[in-house]
Each structure stands twice: as C-alpha cells, then as structure tokens.
C-alpha cells in the first residue's frame, strides 16, 4: 500500500488563478483546460465574481458554477470555501436548463455557507455609510457572510437542508440582525417565517446536489483522475495578501484551493496564473499604472471592460510587472495564460511598468501598505506596438514579431514561461503553447524569450 495520502500521476491536479485583480478572464482559461479535466472545483468566492464564456457565439455568464458544466463528461464541485446565494444558483440552474445544459454532473459541498438576506442588506448599508471610505463591494453579501462563517453563526448547506434545525438557528440569527438592521441602519426587520419559507423552497431544489464534496474529491484523486481547482477574483484581491482593505472577504491565492476545497498541498502539482496583457481595476482602491488619457478608454472599449457580475465599469491600465512578480510569488505559479492580447493591436507603442518610484526611491517589490501603494509612482519601459490584427493568430508563429517580442519581453519580467495566449473571446482564438494538464507538448515560450521544455 502507497504511504502517500494522494497516488503519484502522470497527468497533473492544476489551480487556475488571477494574477491582478481579476476579470483576467480565467473563464475562458478554465474552459479551455476543462476539456482536459475530469472534475472542475471551484474553492472561493461567491455570486460576486462571475466568470464569461464564449462557445460557438454562445455567451454563458456564470458566477457560481464552474465553467466546466459546459462540458457533459465533467465533473463540477462547488466548495467548501465558497459562499452561496441559493436563489442565484437556482437561476444558473434554470439558465443552463433553457440551454439544454445538463447539470447532473454538478455536486454542492456540504459545508459552504449560505447567503442569507440580511447578509445583502447590511453589505449594503455598511457600503453606503462608508461614505467617502467605501471599499467597493458589489453589495451580494459576500463579506457579511464570510464574517458569520468567521464569527461562528453562519448557516451551511447542510444547515439549510435540516429544516427544523433551520428555523432554530434563524429565529436566533434573524433576531440578532434585526436589531442591527433597525438600530444601526435604519432598515425595517426580517420577517424569520418568510424567510425561512423562502429558504426551505431552495432547499428542496438544491438538495439533490449537496454531498461531501471533500470525499469526492479525495476518491478521485485516488482513481487518479485530472482536477481543476478554480478560483474566482484575483490575487490583489486576496484578503490576506491583496490591497487589503480594498479586497475580497476570501482567498483567491493558490493556497486557497486546498483549505477551500478539502485537500492537502501534495494533491497540487501545478499553478497556472491568468494575466491581461494590459491591467484592469473594478471598484476602488489605488491602481499606479490606470491610464488617464484616451487609450484607457480605447482599451475598455475594444476590451468590452465591464464587469461579469455588476456590469460596473473597469479602470484600464498599463501592464503591471510589479505586482504580476508578486503574484508569481505568491501563488507560486509554473506558468502563464496571457489574455487580450488583441486588444493591444491598433496602438503605436505599449507602456510596461517594471518598477515603482516611492518617495523618490527605486522600489520593485509590492509594498503591503495601501497607503504606501497609493504613493507608489510606475517606472515605466515602452516597447513599438505591433499595428495589425492577431485575432486569427494560432501559433505563435502567425504573430507579428513585435507581439511576440513583448510576450516575451513580459515571460521575462516575470520570469515565468507563458503556456496560453488568448487572442479573443471565443475558445479557438487561442495559441495553446502548452497543455499544463497534460505536460509539456511543444516548447514553451520561457522568461528569457528562448524556447525551452518547461518540467512538469
């Protein structure tokens, strides 16, 4: 009998992550590898990340189930680490119903949490009283509800599908929260029978779904099966290591896959990191490299930079080496996924910040403190645009030698190769350098622009 607690392989368990502050589009990244893939994890996050994938002119917006679902041969697992707003879930459920889509592949953990009504109501008005200090939520409730996970008052899954064991822990719950909603906010109370009633229906719809996803996971591991762990937002969205405060209540990082999902850090072999070609922000918080002049609204425009989930609009910037260093630290990333790449196509020259200017000082590290990152100043190299399409570009190849040469230009500041790049929204405007399930096919195109066979 093996003494490891996860057989050795020779295919890969991967984590997909954002390497900025999201919106990197991982959905696309995550359905492409899904095809590879035996079963898709999302382990973070809630309705307020959404992932957008494109099949055969097909748009799917999904927010809470991974975008593996559009594959009928594979398997979904929603996680542990994430938090679910059943009513949005129920309207995945019925969007993927109306497009024929078969959800039968789909499992809940048993242990998520639960987005209760009061956690969208006071995620609201805590927003709103913030005034000049808001931190940009998408008022869905997600910081709320982790903060009851945390604060040990939380309704999970399995909560909701014991009914009688609901309305007790409610009436407590509700209790307690309509004292803050009428005495802090001003807001009129819940009524615990409504909602309870409201609950008890999306228990019934949901319940075929839930089970202990950790075991599942864990036998396919054992049966030696490829896994995808995805993650929703990015890695400066990361409540421990991001632009905290102005961040997400979870851990989009790698390490958040095992605690999100279930499993140990010996089931992972590899991290893909997912990176725009430019940098994008959606709500608040300091962004060094945001464009203030018409090519930042040129890029939102040809980038369709709106966000998934809210519809707000993106702050659009040059691309960041700084913190796309970090996240390769962070995350400990093997490889990378450069997306919109085409976006890029009709400037004349591109900016790549390589460092930061703070207080008159060099610095090209990512500092911690939002009020030092707020001071920070881009150091910036520019490198010839390339001036013609690569929407139709399949190998490398076909790209102009000036796109290529700032691919490479970025593998090398982030001294990690590059595996994908993605040339547009659909699933075949993509250059598939390297499978990072299946190991390494071709050469990868490596941090010093040379091509090299990545190990595995």
């Given at each position: 009998?093996?003494?490891?607690?996860y057989p050795e392989k020779s295919l890969a368990n991967v984590v997909v992550i954002g390497a900025q502050w999201g919106d990197e589009g991982k959905g696309k990244i995550t359905d492409l590898l899904s095809k590879s893939a035996d079963l898709v994890v999302r382990y973070q996050g809630g309705v307020n990340a959404g992932h957008t994938v494109v099949v055969s002119g097909q748009t799917f917006k999904l927010h809470l189930i991974p975008s593996g679902i559009l594959y009928p041969d594979t398997e979904c697992i929603i996680g542990c680490g994430t938090v679910i707003d059943p009513k949005v879930l129920i309207e995945e459920l019925d969007q993927?119903?109306?497009?024929?889509?078969?959800?039968?592949?789909?499992?809940?953990?048993?242990?998520?949490?639960?987005?209760?009504?009061?956690?969208?109501?006071?995620?609201?008005?805590?927003?709103?009283?913030?005034?000049?200090?808001?931190?940009?939520?998408?008022?869905?409730?997600?910081?709320?509800?982790?903060?009851?996970?945390?604060?040990?008052?939380?309704?999970?899954?399995?909560?909701?599908?014991?009914?009688?064991?609901?309305?007790?822990?409610?009436?407590?719950?509700?209790?307690?929260?309509?004292?803050?909603?009428?005495?802090?906010?001003?807001?009129?109370?819940?009524?615990?029978?409504?909602?309870?009633?409201?609950?008890?229906?999306?228990?019934?719809?949901?319940?075929?779904?839930?089970?202990?996803?950790?075991?599942?996971?864990?036998?396919?591991?054992?049966?030696?099966?490829?896994?995808?762990?995805?993650?929703?937002?990015?890695?400066?969205?990361?409540?421990?290591?991001?632009?905290?405060?102005?961040?997400?209540?979870?851990?989009?990082?790698?390490?958040?896959?095992?605690?999100?999902?279930?499993?140990?850090?010996?089931?992972?072999?590899?991290?893909?990191?997912?990176?725009?070609?430019?940098?994008?922000?959606?709500?608040?918080?300091?962004?060094?490299?945001?464009?203030?002049?018409?090519?930042?609204?040129?890029?939102?425009?040809?980038?369709?930079?709106?966000?998934?989930?809210?519809?707000?609009?993106?702050?659009?910037?040059?691309?960041?080496?700084?913190?796309?260093?970090?996240?390769?630290?962070?995350?400990?990333?093997?490889?990378?996924?450069?997306?919109?790449?085409?976006?890029?196509?009709?400037?004349?020259?591109?900016?790549?910040?390589?460092?930061?200017?703070?207080?008159?000082?060099?610095?090209?590290?990512?500092?911690?403190?939002?009020?030092?990152?707020?001071?920070?100043?881009?150091?910036?190299?520019?490198?010839?645009?390339?001036?013609?399409?690569?929407?139709?570009?399949?190998?490398?190849?076909?790209?102009?030698?000036?796109?290529?040469?700032?691919?490479?230009?970025?593998?090398?500041?982030?001294?990690?190769?590059?595996?994908?790049?993605?040339?547009?929204?659909?699933?075949?405007?993509?250059?598939?350098?390297?499978?990072?399930?299946?190991?390494?096919?071709?050469?990868?195109?490596?941090?010093?622009?040379?091509?090299?066979?990545?190990?595995?």
């Amino acid at each position: 009998m093996s003494t490891r607690a996860y057989p050795e392989k020779s295919l890969a368990n991967v984590v997909v992550i954002g390497a900025q502050w999201g919106d990197e589009g991982k959905g696309k990244i995550t359905d492409l590898l899904s095809k590879s893939a035996d079963l898709v994890v999302r382990y973070q996050g809630g309705v307020n990340a959404g992932h957008t994938v494109v099949v055969s002119g097909q748009t799917f917006k999904l927010h809470l189930i991974p975008s593996g679902i559009l594959y009928p041969d594979t398997e979904c697992i929603i996680g542990c680490g994430t938090v679910i707003d059943p009513k949005v879930l129920i309207e995945e459920l019925d969007q993927l119903e109306t497009l024929n889509i078969s959800a039968a592949n789909l499992i809940i953990s048993e242990t998520a949490h639960v987005t209760m009504p009061y956690h969208r109501l006071i995620d609201v008005a805590s927003e709103q009283e913030r005034g000049s200090y808001k931190i940009g939520t998408t008022g869905r409730g997600i910081g709320p509800t982790y903060a009851d996970k945390s604060d040990r008052t939380g309704i999970r899954m399995l909560d909701l599908m014991d009914l009688e064991g609901l309305r007790e822990q409610l009436e407590w719950t509700i209790a307690q929260k309509n004292t803050i909603l009428e005495k802090l906010y001003n807001l009129p109370p819940l009524n615990p029978q409504e909602v309870i009633d409201e609950y008890a229906v999306y228990a019934e719809r949901l319940r075929p779904y839930v089970a202990d996803s950790s075991l599942k996971i864990y036998d396919a591991i054992q049966k030696r099966k490829n896994i995808l762990f995805e993650g929703a937002q990015g890695t400066l969205l990361d409540l421990d290591h991001g632009t905290y405060p102005y961040v997400t209540s979870s851990n989009p990082i790698a390490g958040g896959a095992c605690v999100g999902t279930g499993v140990g850090p010996t089931a992972i072999d590899r991290v893909i990191g997912v990176a725009k070609a430019y940098t994008t922000r959606v709500g608040e918080g300091p962004f060094p490299t945001e464009m203030v002049d018409g090519v930042g609204a040129i890029l939102g425009e040809r980038g369709a930079e709106f966000g998934t989930t809210t519809g707000r609009k993106r702050r659009c910037g040059w691309f960041d080496a700084v913190i796309g260093r970090y996240a390769v630290r962070t995350n400990g990333l093997d490889c990378l996924a450069i997306t919109k790449l085409d976006v890029l196509d009709e400037l004349d020259e591109i900016k790549v910040c390589v460092a930061y200017e703070i207080d008159g000082k060099r610095c090209e590290d990512f500092p911690k403190s939002s009020r030092i990152f707020a001071r920070c100043k881009p150091i910036y190299e520019t490198v010839p645009g390339w001036k013609q399409s690569t929407e139709d570009c399949r190998n490398l190849e076909d790209l102009p030698e000036k796109a290529l040469n700032y691919l490479k230009f970025l593998a090398e500041l982030m001294a990690v190769p590059i595996a994908i790049v993605s040339l547009g929204a659909s699933r075949d405007q993509t250059i598939i350098v390297e499978d990072p399930i299946h190991g390494p096919k071709r050469a990868l195109l490596s941090a010093d622009g040379t091509p090299v066979v990545a190990a595995v």
